[in-house]
C-alpha cells in the first residue's frame, strides 16, 4: 500500500471533514455554519451577456469581430493574467489604491495567491509565517503542506496584538529563523468578524517596516461595509511592506475563481532586485499556467460596465447583508437574556463582512456541535477550528450570510435554549436571564 504524504494527516484536515459530515447529516437544520455568499445576489446570466458584449474591450481591441475576439480569449495567455488594467482601474476607482497594472498577478482565487506567495517567499526551514489567531486555516493549512512553520499572536477586538506580534518576531530570531511576514484580514476577519483599528493599522506598519517583515493584507470582505466609513487599507499606508491580496468571490461570484496578489513589492533574487510579481510569475506558471481567460474575461465585462467601479453593485449586497446581520443581532438580544458581565455569555457586532463570535462560558467543541445539531437542529462552528496554538474552546462562529432571513429569529431561539441546557449540565452559571 502506498502511503500518501504525513503532511495530509495534520488535524485540521479532519476538522474540515468533520464539520462537512454534520453539515450533510442534518441538511434540515439551520445552519450558520458555511462562511458562503448568498447565491441569490449572483449575476451569472447577466455577466455571460457581458461576456459577449465587452469581449473586445476587454483586449483592448474594441475594432475585433466579437468571434475573433472570444477565441483570442481563450488562447493560452499571459501567465499573470489579461485583466490586470482593468483590475488595476477598479481598485484605483473603489480605493483610491494605484497600483502599477504590470505587477498585479490575478490568481485562481485569493486562495492561490496564497500559495503562490508562501511558496515564493518562505524557504520551509529558515523562514515563518506569523498569523492573526483565531486564523483562517486556508493560510495556515496551506503553509503546513508546504512544510513552513506558522506562529500565532492574538487578534483583539482593534486587530493585531503588536506587543506579542514584537514578542514573537524577537523570540523567532534568537531562533536563528526569520518571520517574514504576518498574515491578517484587517477588515471584518475570518472566523472573529473584528475590524483592525486605524491606530493599529499605523502602528502595525510602522512595526513591520523597522522589522523588514512583510505583511499579507487579505481583503475578500472588506467591500462588505455596512456602517461607518472604512480605515485606509494597509496597502495605502505602506505600499512597499505589504502584500494585497483580493477576490471577487464574496463581491461578484465565487465560481469566477478570480482573485489577485499586489506583486509590486521588491524582492531579492539571486541578488537581483525585482518585484515580487516576477518570481510569481514563474510559480503561478507551474502551478495553474494562467488562471482562466474565460473567467477573467466574464469579471473584466463586468468591471466594464460598470465603469470599473463596484461601489453601487456592492451598495445592494450591502443592504443584503446588512439586514442578516442586524436580524442576528436583534435575535441575540432577544433570546440570550444572560447577564453580559457574569454569564460569560458575549458576542461582538461586526461592522461588515459574514461573521459574528460569540463566547459561552463552556467548551464549545466539535463534540458539542454535534450535540447541538442533533438536539434543537441549529448548527454553527466551533472557534475552536480556527485555532492553532491557544484554544478558543469557548466560543463560536455564526455566519449570517447564507442563512435564510426567516430562519434567523427561530435559529438563534434554539440555540439560546441550548447554550441554556448544556451550562446547567456542564455546571456553568448563566445566572438570572435579564
Ligand atoms: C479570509 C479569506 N481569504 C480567502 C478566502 C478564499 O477566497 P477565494 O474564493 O478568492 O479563493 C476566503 C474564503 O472564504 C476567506 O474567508
Redesign the pocket.
Known sequence: MLNVSERLGEPILDSMHFLNEIVERYPQAISFAP??PSADLFVVDESLELLRKHAPTILGKPGLATDKALNEIAQYGRTNGIIHHHVARQLLQDEGLTIDPEHLVI????????FILLLTLFTPSRDVLVATEPV?Q??TAAAKLLGIQTVPICLRADGPDLDELSMAIQALRREGKVPRALYT?PDF??PSGNTTSLQTRQRLCALARRENMLIFE?S??RMLRYEGAPPPLLKAIDPEQVVL??????TLF?GL???YLSGDVEVSLSGRVVPLSEVASKAKSLSSINTSPLMQATLAAQLIEKGHRLGAHVAVLADHYRGRRDALLAAMERHFRFPRDSSGVHWNRPEGGFFVTVHVPFEFSMQTMRECAATVDVITVPLSLFAFATAHDRAMRLSFSAVPYDDIDEGVRRLSSFVTSFAARSGSRLGIPA
Open positions: 462562511g458562503r490568481t485562481n482565487g485569493c486562495q492561490e495567491a496564497m483562517y486556508g493560510i484580514i476577519d475570518n487579505d475578500p470582505y491580496l483580493g477576490s471577487y468571490s464574496k465565487p475563481r478570480i482573485g
